[in-house]
């Protein structure tokens, strides 16, 4: 084995260190979740003034613009650093849902005859712009301090704040609508759901201001070669046409990329449209009502259990089973969801706890493929200092997919139900062809031994 792919050993000093810096940059990546899938709660809460097909709009410009802002904030974030990164994002963010709740205040409150799709889509849009810089900057902060052979955890952790994010996105959020329903009947304060989550995002970034740190040498640690795609290279920064050239031309993580075009349709197929489909079976039918309606408030719990479970699993399965190798975990849990899709086109109109354990199960599996492929792959084969183009790339196409399945069910769902789980089966069957083609793939850097 290659020196530098041995697990280095850290100090007691340095894990606490390190595990301190994760917890202002997990808290707001966690955060800017809340404060981009808020959008699907107040969908549900705003009713008949956001259509299904108008919500498909919306979320389709938001996801395209995070899809195509990858060209600009990838490089950037290699050039700026994570922490920089993180703070354009969070703060940009905030803004972009304060002006979303003013969007809202302005047509309830204030009777504003303005087009809400096109208002919300021009906001959605530059909300999603800055909510793209999340994901560069954790990964990009994070490839300094965890080596190959500790990414596996690595994903695991991101997993779970991914998951964290969705439990804050929608059942807090949701918790803000009952509770605005509660105080008001009449006239529920329905922008809070953008304006809370914004306020919670500024103050998380001033913590970040003062704890967060991109090397291990800010903090008083020593850096250490992390045996990724940059091992044996020198710290000095690399130009863009480098980095471009590095990522388009490494075929594993074009094909990570194509995997997780697959994930995005799968994971945001499933996670927005199944709280949709309860609101409509909750205002259809008596017999099943209170089923849907447990499913309804602890949706985003659901998720996080479920994500949780999947990227934890998954980093085990990749550091201890694998040798640190992605693709089979990827391959082994898009097999499991693909099966639990295939069950949910079976039990779409049955029993809705059968129907949302499966729904949970896709979410299980696709989380988990996530956190391993767009959290870790991408430092492996992107190495520390192209990290953030490599996960913006990956992370861009995760959006085109979310973008394509957006329009795709708005659409279909408008028309007939029956269709949505089978819209999502071909997806999952190219995902498990693709990790075939990359199954032993493992990051090589310039040290020879």
Known sequence: ????????????????????????????????????????????????????????????????????????????????????????????????????????????????KINLTLALSIAYGLNMYFQSYGAVAIVKVNSAWFHVRERGTFGGIFGILISLGLYFAFDWCQYIVNFTESMNPTSPQYWLVFFIPAAILLFWSILDIFILRDFPRQAGFKDFDTGDASSGETEDLIGIKEVLVRIFTNPVIITVGLIEFCTGVLRNGVMHWFPIFAKEQLSV?????????????????????????????????????????????????????????????????????????????????VIGT???????????????????????????????????????????TSRNWQFWPIFLIPFAIIGILLTLKIWNAIPKGKVKH
């Open 1 to 112: 084995m290659r020196t530098e792919l041995i697990k280095p050993t850290h100090s007691k000093e340095f894990r606490i260190r390190r595990a301190l810096n994760w917890l202002p940059l997990g808290l707001t990546y966690a955060f800017l979740y809340m404060a981009r899938y808020n959008l699907t709660v107040s969908k549900n809460a705003l009713g008949s003034l956001m259509s299904k097909e108008d919500f498909g709009i919306i979320f389709a410009v938001g996801t395209w613009a995070y899809a195509m802002s990858f060209l600009i904030n990838g490089p950037l974030t290699d050039r700026i650093g994570g922490k920089k990164a993180m703070l354009i994002g969070a703060v940009g963010s905030a803004l972009m849902n304060i002006v979303m709740g003013i969007i809202v205040y302005g047509i309830l409150a204030l009777s504003w």
């Open 285 to 365: 039918s008596s017999f099943f009502a209170p089923d849907w309606t447990f499913w309804l408030n602890n949706w985003g719990l659901i998720l996080a259990i479920a994500g949780a479970g999947g990227g934890l699993a998954a980093g085990w399965m990749s550091d201890h089973l694998f040798g640190s190798r992605r693709a089979p975990v990827a391959g082994i849990l898009y097999t499991g969801l693909l099966l639990a899709v295939i069950g949910m086109t079976f039990t779409l109109w049955g029993n809705p706890w059968v129907f949302g354990i499966l729904a949970a199960t896709v979410s299980v599996f």
């Open 370 to 412: 996530h956190g391993m492929l767009s959290g870790t792959a991408t430092m492996d084969f992107g190495g520390k200092r192209a990290a953030a183009t490599a996960v913006g790339l990956i992370d861009g196409l995760v959006y085109l997919g979310t973008g394509v399945q957006s329009l795709s069910l708005g659409f279909i």
